[in-house]
Each structure stands twice: as C-alpha cells, then as structure tokens.
C-alpha cells in the first residue's frame, strides 16, 4: 500500500457472490459481547485505501446508523455508495455522507435522516461476481475531516496596507537589518524542478518561500478584503486544527507557524494575538502537516495583544517563518493551506479562572471566580494554590491551598485569598494563584490567574529611604557591614509605631584601623529646599559618641560634561564570596516567573524559561564570578507552571532597579556566555527607570551584549525605541571568528548625551546617535537600569537544540560603573549617641555647616538645596560599635502662634 511497508496488516475479502455478500464491522465493546455506537457527527465522510480487481463487479460501501429506542434486533438504518470496480490495484475512496444513499433492506429501521450521532458499523460487499471467486483488500478505513481550503496560491499572492498603513494580504519580515533576506512568489512544481505535491500535477501552484535568516524571518497572509485596503478576520471557531502541505530541506532549520487572531477592540495597530508551533525542518521533501489548535502556543511578541486564550472566532491571518539559517539561504514550498474539523462550535465543559486578573485593596479578602463553561449533572473539583509573586507571603497575604468544588447544576465557585494591612506604601504588589488536578471537567485556558494587591497609601514624596529589603549606600569606606534586620512589632527592639513587621538598616563598624563611612549618591539631584531639615530614626547605646551625617550638593560637573578618558570607577560588584552565596540583595533585585506578573507573558518573546530566586540558579559560584544557571526541569513532577504548561526551564533575571540607577558612564561586564547549543540566550542590558510610568519601548531599552547560541561566533549590541522596537530596532553584530563561548569577554558601552558606543574587548564596533533612528524619538537621556539574565528559545533565542546538556552557566566575573567623579560640595551635621534604644533624630538644615574636606572641583555656594545628589553618614573615630537606623526622612519645622488673651 503507498506509503506503507510490505509488513503492513491489510484486510482480505475474497468471495464467490452469487447474489450478494461482504463483511460487516459492527463495533463492540472491549469485551466483544456488546453492540456499541460512535459519533460520526463532526466528521464529512468516509475514506480507506481499496486494492480493486478491474474486473467491473460493483462494489458498495454501507454504514449502519441510528437503531430503535430499546432495540434488540439489527434494525439499523443502512446508508450505502457505490462504484463499479473497473480498476486493478491500490485507489484510496473517499465518500462524502452527503453522497449516501437510504438502503432499505426490510429490517424496520427507523427513517429519519442521517445524523451520525449514533454509528453501529460499516459493511464493505459486492454484487454478483459472475461465477468466479475474487479477492479484495483494504485498508486505514477511517473518517473525513471537513476541510476548507484557505490558501492554493493559484490567484498570486495579493498585497495592500490599509487605512492605518498595516500590511493586508502577503508580507514578508524579518531582522532585516542583521542581513536577513525574504522573498516569496507563486511557481509551479514544475518550473520550480520539485515533486509535485501529492495527488496534484506539475501545474499547481504553490508558494516560494526563499531566505537567508539571520535572526527570524518570514511571510504572513494578513487576510485582505477584495479591494485590498482593509484587514478583515474569518471565524475559525467550528473547526479543529490547521493543516498544509510543506516541501522541507532537511537542513534542521526551525520553522514555526502562527495564527494570528483576535484584536484589542477598536485596534489601529498589529496586535493580534499569534499562537504558534514549530518544528525542526529534517525531512528533505513534501509533507502533510496537521496542526489541531489545542496544539498552538500563545506567542507573545510584545504587541499588546489581547490574553484571552483560544476560540478561533476572529482569525486575522496565517504565518510561516524560520529562525536562523545558519548562513545559508533555504527555499520551501507551501501549498493548500486549510482549516479542518468539525467541532460543532460547542464549547465542551471545561473549568478555568473568570478572569486572567483579579485586584483586591490591601487588608481585604480577595475573591476570585472559577467558572464552568456550562453546568453538569456531577460535581466537579479542581485544586488550587498560591504560588510566586512579588508579594511575600505572610506578610502581604496568607498562602492558600486546597480543593474547590463546583456542586452539579452550578457553573461558578470562589478562591478566597486574605491579605494583610499595613500602615505604609510600598507599592502595588502581585502573586499567581493556580488550578490543578481536575476531577469530571477539563481544565480550560485560564488555569493561571494574577491578584494584584493594591497598597491603600499614597506614596509619601518626603521619604529618603526605609530601608524595606534593601539599602542604596553602594558607596562606603572602612571596616564596616550593613545588612537588613526584620523586627516584629512584639519584639523588644521594635521601633515605636512600626507595624507587624519592620525591617531596619543594621550597621556594624570599627573605626580603631581608619574612618568608615557610608553614601547613598542619588542619579540625579533632588530639590530638598521645601524642607526645614533631615530626620532619621536611631537606635543608640548610649556610647557618648558623635555621628556625622553629610549632605552632598549642588554637583555643578556632571558625567554628561566629562569625557569618557576622565572617568573613574564609582561603582562595582566582583562577585567575589563563598560558593552558594546569594548576589547582594542591595545591588540586584530577582525578577521571577514567565513574566506573567510583569505583564509580559513570556517575557514579550515567548521564552521558555522560569526565572526564581533560588541560588541554584544564581550564585557565586567561589572563584570570582556570578554564575547565572540555567536549569531542565522534569516536566512530569514540576508544580512550576508557564505559559506554554508545566515549566521546562528555570533561570535567572537579576535587576538593579531602585538600587543602582545611572544616568550616562560607562557600564561594562566581563561575561563568559555559556556553551550550550541553539537556544541559549544570555544578556546583559539596560532600561529606563521610567518604564512604570510610561512602558516599553518608551521607556528606551540599550542591549549592552546579547548572544544567541545559534549564530555562536556573534553577539548583538543594540537599542530600543518608539518606533525601532523589536524586529525594528537598530543594533549591529560582533563577529569573533570563532565561538564566543570560548573564553570571557569585556562587554561595555560609553554612553553620554545623545550618544551610544558599544565595545567588545576594548573594540568599538557599533556607535549610534539620534540621526540613526529619526525621525524617531531618542529616548535615551535620562537614568537606566541594568539587567543581568539567561533566556531560552523565543523569538530571538530561536530553537531549542534537544542535545543541549544541562545545566548551562553565564559566567559574570565583575560588573563596573564608570562616571564623573563626585565634585557636589559637602557639608555635614552631627548628633551625639546619648540615649539607649529608639529615638528619631531631628537635623535642621540650618546645623549643617560646609565640610573641611572637598572635593576637587566642588563649588562654594552655601547649602542652596536645590540639588542633593546624596547623603551618608560618618561613624565615630577609635571605636567600634552597631546600631540599627530606619525612616530617613525630610521634616519640615512648624512654629506656632498663639492667641494673646486678655482679661478685664
């Protein structure tokens, strides 16, 4: 039989007929004692392979449907095809159930149509075979899908853009400007020299799709209406799955197709929702791909596409594309793009969240609803949890977890979750919340729900710092430690007034080998000159001694007004510890998750990986350096979920957001990439502290050094922007000549005012100013932040190579902030540690007098207050001592007039 091999198992009928005979399959039950029925409802029609004896006997095809209530005879409605059997050898017969014909064969079945729903059997016979005894086989006899065809290439490949400049019809992309090529046109198998695409001549039509990609790069038919200027949808809903003939190379290339579907209501722009698959291309040839949309992965691009899971009722357009061709331009062919199935539009009974979002003000009960797509006779169950957010659990809220179930007849039940108050602001804060195991339902799209709590205080502008996690004094001098202390409001050294749980700034210094000092510099000035004075709560211990605290002001030299040559270091982490030691919570923040709690599902790109905050993943590994680990996951005892499923990566994204911001210097990594094959994606880059209030790509992003083991010998130094964003953006490559991977390299950039320089090994390979992306906006003067991470696959990342041995490290052997040196001029005030446990202290302003010590270039222009680019204090000489500090604040003094009273 085609395609088969001569072990293949084939049913052989050979028969005498005299007037009429056959065989039937009346389907049966396991046990083989029961007649039993299936649902043929969905499907169009029949299909199986027939080995034919030419020798013009009339066969026919018959399928027994629908029985009396109660029966207990064959009285089974007959729906019969026939042919005449003119052809020797294998012919594959498909018979559409609208080609079928009532057979009445005197057995009182019912008359009432054909439905489907209840099938009993099917019976393969002939008529009369005139005296001599012949043999049949058959083969794969199965159901026809319905299909419709929504692309043959016959018409050419039609192109527009509509009212709002979006493409219609057939476009190409790609990371263009890397090198990537893509073309496309329409050829026949025969001009094209290829085999035609099974059961259709060398006339037919098919698409060409040739590139040479870098990155990612491909077409899309954005579905067009007649006249080619407007983006219209199709309603896929009632069908199953997608399916297309495909002529690969074999050359393990990863090709992935998209769906495009749904859209933001009154959308102007592209942010259909994609869902996609892929598959390595190692078949030289043509192939049938059948892709059930069950299958698809939501593919988040960045777009700001809706989230709201599959239905197939506003489909936009199809995709095909390729990542990296590793050099080499590669032609495929498609041909009849189709939609298949027939699932009769009805939702099956699944259990999902309501909502993907759920909010609830801090103190109060959340509530979140879990809903049935439609009532049941039985009750159905399903567990849930709290899981990983940024919010902490026992402090922002209390963890749950249980079962829920849904009594029969209901089609809604609530998860309540209790958060806990608290007296300060401290930001809106997230978690996930999970579903699983369910028990009678199917569990729909929405298994995975964010609660975001929302802080019911305002942020208070006049706070420096309290110190909840971390400190920003990255700047210190002498032997001293810092570290964060939890107090709990029972606890004897609770600081009055604090809530349930305080943390507080611990210091532990000696001053009898030298001074110590610590400074926390401000990336930009800030305007105290509102306020009468500065405030800090202090824990003394009655020492007697006097501490200092300095004020810096008014830097009138900039790093904006220096040259790159003049700068010195300011800031460094060398990763220097014990092995297993977690990097410095002062200087990085983990970002944790599949970028779900950031808004970003995927993190934007349809990456792999779950970043946590474990050191498994992020460590020092004890030889100087930050090893950033990537790890496989077993999928099958995983409780990590991500968009795609059960998680098959964790890693790690280390932030310095809200610790460590600069505005303009030199930011440069020694980094080892790890060693691993396709897919790795490590980086370390930079965004714009503003991007809370104003979003991505608004907020700027500068990619310091991204390397994608795909393309091993390069890495990529680019930026982001309104408008060059993405597939968009303006970057340019490092090629080694040999694998990066192979030792560590310097990776850095110079960047000041209206400019951005990239270096790679003290190489300047790449610079780029606001002529490079105008008449876009040049959003990249004002203070950024720096990332440290390790991704897997996604739109940049590309395949997963299954070969890849894990786990995989990027190595960070130091990170290094070059600036301007510090000229603000200084001026300090002091109190003296005369009491015993809490006290606030009060600084007025005024008490502050100029420093002795300067630094070169400091003006002298008295404390204006204008601009404070810091603060820090100074700890007593010859001694040594701890003290914890909290709530540095900046007061304003109010005097009070009082009434003169007089009495007659």
Request: hydrophobic residues 35%; glycine residues 12%.
């Given at each position: ?8 198992q ?47 006997t ?57 439905t489907?729903t ?12 005139g ?29 527009g853009?509509?009212?709002n ?25 025969s ?7 099974p059961g ?10 040739t590139s ?15 006249t080619?200027?407007?983006w ?10 997608v399916?297309?003939?495909y ?48 299958d ?11 989230n ?17 061709t ?6 495929r ?42 009532s ?8 849930y ?38 007296s300060?602001f401290?930001?809106d ?7 699983s ?66 943390k ?28 009468d ?34 700068w010195t ?55 100087g350096?930050l ?30 957001a ?32 503003n991007?809370?209030?104003v ?19 390069e ?26 991977s ?6 850095s ?9 990239w270096?790679?090994?003290g ?11 105008a008449?876009?906006?040049w ?5 950024f ?29 130091y990170?290094?902030?070059y600036?301007?040196?510090n000229?603000?001029?200084r ?59 909290d ?17 007659n």
């Amino acid at each position: 039989m085609p395609g088969k091999n001569p072990a293949n198992q084939v049913l052989d009928l050979t028969a005498n007929v005299v007037g009429w005979g056959g065989f039937t399959h009346a389907f049966a039950n396991t046990a083989v004692d029961t007649w039993v029925s299936m649902d043929w409802s969905s499907y169009v029609g029949i299909g199986f392979w027939y080995y034919g004896t030419g020798s013009g006997t009339v066969v026919f095809v018959d399928v027994a449907e629908n029985r009396n209530p109660g029966s207990t005879t064959d009285d089974a409605e007959r729906w019969s095809y026939e042919w005449t059997d003119t052809t020797a050898g294998w012919q594959f017969v498909q018979v559409l159930f609208s080609d079928l014909n009532r057979k009445d064969i005197g057995n009182g079945a019912p008359n009432d149509g054909w439905t489907g729903t209840e099938v009993f059997g099917w019976s393969l016979g002939t008529t009369g075979t005139g005296g001599s005894a012949e043999t049949r086989y058959v083969d794969d006899f199965g159901l026809l899908e319905r299909v419709t065809v929504i692309d043959d290439f016959e018409s050419g490949l039609p192109s527009g853009v509509d009212a709002n400049a979006l493409p219609v019809g057939f476009a190409t992309w790609g990371d263009t400007w890397n090198g990537t090529t893509v073309a496309i046109t329409t050829t026949t198998t025969s001009a094209a020299a290829i085999a035609p695409v099974p059961g259709m001549d060398g006339t037919n039509q098919v698409l060409d799709l040739t590139s040479n990609v870098i990155g990612w790069g491909g077409f899309t038919h954005a579905f067009e209406n007649g006249t080619l200027d407007t983006w219209v949808s199709q309603d896929w809903s009632s069908y199953n799955g997608v399916s297309l003939w495909y002529y690969g190379t074999g050359s393990g290339t990863i090709v992935f197709l998209d769906i495009v579907e749904n859209r933001n209501p009154g959308s102007t722009t592209d942010d259909g929702e994609r869902w996609s698959a892929e598959w390595a291309d190692n078949t030289a040839g043509w192939q049938f791909k059948q892709i059930p949309f069950s299958d698809l992965n939501r593919k988040d691009i960045g777009n700001g596409a809706p989230n709201d899971g599959w239905t197939g009722a506003e489909v936009y357009g199809w995709a095909l594309g390729t990542t990296g061709t590793g050099g080499n331009t590669e032609t495929r062919y498609v041909d009849e793009m189709s939609i298949y199935g027939n699932n009769g539009n009805i939702r099956p009974l699944e259990l999902a969240f309501a909502a993907q979002q759920f909010d609830v003000l801090e103190g109060q009960t959340a509530v979140l609803t879990v809903s049935l797509t439609t009532s049941t006779t039985e009750p159905v169950s399903i567990n849930y949890r709290t899981a990983e957010g940024y919010a902490i659990p026992d402090r922002d809220y209390t963890p749950v977890s249980g079962t829920l179930t849904i009594p029969a007849g209901d089609t809604e039940g609530t998860i309540n979750i209790q958060t806990l108050p608290n007296s300060k602001f401290s930001g809106d804060k997230n978690l996930m919340v999970l579903l699983s195991d369910p028990v009678n339902v199917t569990l729909g799209f929405g298994r995975r729900a964010v609660l975001t709590i929302i802080d019911d205080e305002m942020a208070d502008p006049a706070l420096v710092h309290d110190f909840e996690g971390f400190h920003s004094f990255l700047d210190t001098v002498g032997d001293l430690t810092m570290s964060i202390t939890e107090l709990a409001a029972a606890d004897s050294n609770a600081r009055p007034g604090q809530d349930a749980f305080e943390k507080v700034l611990t210091v532990d210094y000696d001053t009898t080998g030298g001074p110590a000092q610590f400074t926390q510099t401000f990336v930009q000035g800030q305007d105290w000159s509102a306020h009468d004075g500065l405030s800090l709560w202090y824990y003394g211990s009655n020492s007697g001694k006097a501490i200092t605290v300095n004020l810096l002001d008014n830097q009138i030299t900039t790093t904006a007004d220096v040259p790159a040559a003049d700068w010195t270091m300011v800031w460094n982490d060398e990763f220097n510890g014990l092995a297993g030691t977690l990097p410095s919570p002062n200087n990085w923040k983990h970002e944790i998750g599949d970028g779900t709690l950031n808004g970003i599902s995927g993190w934007g790109n349809s990456e792999f990986e779950f970043y946590t905050n474990n050191a498994d993943n992020a460590s020092l590994d004890g030889n100087g350096n930050l090893a950033i680990t990537m790890q496989k996951v077993n999928t099958a005892t995983t409780d990590l979920v991500c968009w795609y499923g059960p998680c098959q990566y964790t890693s790690a994204r280390l932030v310095s957001a809200n610790r460590m911001e600069y505005e303009y210097g030199r930011m440069e990594a020694r980094i080892q990439v790890p060693t691993g094959g396709s897919g790795l994606w490590p980086a370390f880059w930079m965004l714009g502290t503003n991007i809370g209030d104003v979003d991505w790509p608004q907020s700027g992003e500068i990619d310091i050094m991204e390397y994608v083991s795909r393309i091993p010998n390069e890495v990529f130094g680019t930026i982001h922007g309104p408008g060059y964003s993405g597939g968009a953006s303006f970057g340019n490559t490092y090629d080694f000549g040999v694998p990066v991977s192979t030792t560590a390299h310097t990776f850095s950039v110079e960047w000041g005012p209206d400019e951005i320089h990239w270096f790679v090994d003290g190489i300047n390979y790449h610079n780029a100013s606001p002529a490079d992306v105008a008449p876009n906006e040049w959003v990249f003067n004002h203070p950024f932040y720096i990332i440290l991470n390790l991704a897997i696959g996604g739109n940049f990342g590309g395949g997963i190579d299954p070969n890849i041995v894990f786990p995989q490290e990027m190595l960070v052997d130091y990170v290094r902030i070059y600036q301007a040196d510090n000229t603000s001029e200084r001026f300090e005030a002091s109190f003296v540690d005369n009491f015993t446990g809490w006290q606030k202290v009060l600084l007025p302003f005024d008490q502050f007098t100029r420093s002795a010590n300067q630094p070169v270039g400091a003006p002298n222009d008295g404390l204006t207050l204008t601009q404070v680019w810091g603060y820090g204090l100074q700890l007593p000489d010859n001694t040594t001592g701890s003290f914890h500090m909290d709530w540095v604040y900046l007061d304003t003094l109010y005097t009070y007039f009082y009434p003169i009273m007089f009495k007659n």
